[in-house]
């Protein structure tokens, strides 16, 4: 079992004038507590009235996922090393993963900033936010930074996340469960998990933490939880900087059966 804990009653209490059913986006002031930036109303040819910018679309001026990458990782090793060998995270059966899922509301659309702004999450472990126009081609990376994979949340994705001084052992467990349920995943090292609940899955509006790796529990996120981004789009990304296995194909394109062998 885990631990439950839910924001809805918080989102409740901040979007509680706006709770009747809506047929078109309510014209709200903008209060700033889970959607920071109000959708932009320009339109030209790489922005569209949703996102600012459009997505998928390789533009020299805005984002080619090539130009000026190093506006969210350095390329320090720091974030995909561990460097406390003595003190690698020790697994804990006794401390159990814990979901957290926030109740976003389908009206909200994810802005794109083009790689000449920079990209700020409130949370370690965004679930849901502005990120970049071009998002990561499916699989395994050395690292990748959050401004793309955020965005394969949005298209169902689940993201995979494991500090580099998680024990391998369990690392490699996730990784086997999540690689056999669906080919939209991204899996990259965040040092910002904690040495408590150094594992994590990652969907749209949820998060999943954890010491060790229980394969009912993760194969259960996944079947509730992924491919349940506001866009359903399978189509691969174009950003691909250390990427080290390109996920294969489990059943089709659009990941019809879920963890087709468990
Ligand atoms: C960033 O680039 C985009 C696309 O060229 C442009 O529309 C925008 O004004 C620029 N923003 C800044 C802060 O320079
Ligand atoms: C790179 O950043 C510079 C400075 O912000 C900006 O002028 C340029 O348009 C950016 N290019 C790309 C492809 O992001």
Not at 19 to 27: H, N, S, V
Not at 38 to 65: F, K, L, Q, W, Y
Request: with cysteine; glycine share 4%; hydrophobic share 35%.
């Amino acid at each position: 079992m885990y631990v439950f804990v839910s924001f809805a009653i918080l989102a409740a209490v901040a979007y509680g004038q706006f709770q009747q059913p809506l047929t078109e986006p309510p014209e709200i002031p903008w209060t700033g507590r889970w959607m920071p930036h109000p959708p932009s109303s320009e339109h030209t040819n790489i922005h569209d009235p949703e996102h600012a910018v459009r997505m998928g679309v390789v533009t020299t001026e805005c984002d080619d996922a090539k130009t000026n990458l190093t506006l969210d990782w350095d390329y320090s090793p720091a974030d995909y090393t561990c460097y406390n060998y003595n003190r690698k995270y020790l697994p804990d059966k006794r401390i159990k993963p814990i979901l957290e899922c926030e109740n976003i509301p389908k009206y909200y659309s994810a802005r794109h900033e083009c790689m000449n702004k920079s990209i700020h999450y409130a949370s370690a472990i965004p679930t849901f936010g502005t990120h970049r126009p071009l998002w990561p081609r499916y699989g395994e990376y050395k690292f990748v930074p959050r401004q793309r994979w955020v965005h394969n949340l949005e298209h169902g994705a689940v993201v995979m996340l494991y500090h580099p001084c998680a024990n391998q052992l369990e690392v490699d467990r996730l990784r086997y469960l999540v690689v056999n349920c669906l080919r939209r995943h991204v899996i990259t090292p965040l040092t910002l998990l904690d040495e408590e609940r150094p594992l994590a899955l990652v969907t749209w509006g949820c998060r999943l933490t954890m010491s060790t790796v229980q394969a009912g529990i993760i194969t259960n996120f996944i079947k509730q939880h992924a491919l349940r981004g506001p866009e359903q789009i399978s189509r691969d990304g174009q950003y691909d900087l250390n990427l080290k296995v390109p996920a294969e194909v489990l059943t089709d394109l659009d990941d019809s059966v879920l963890c087709p062998r468990s």
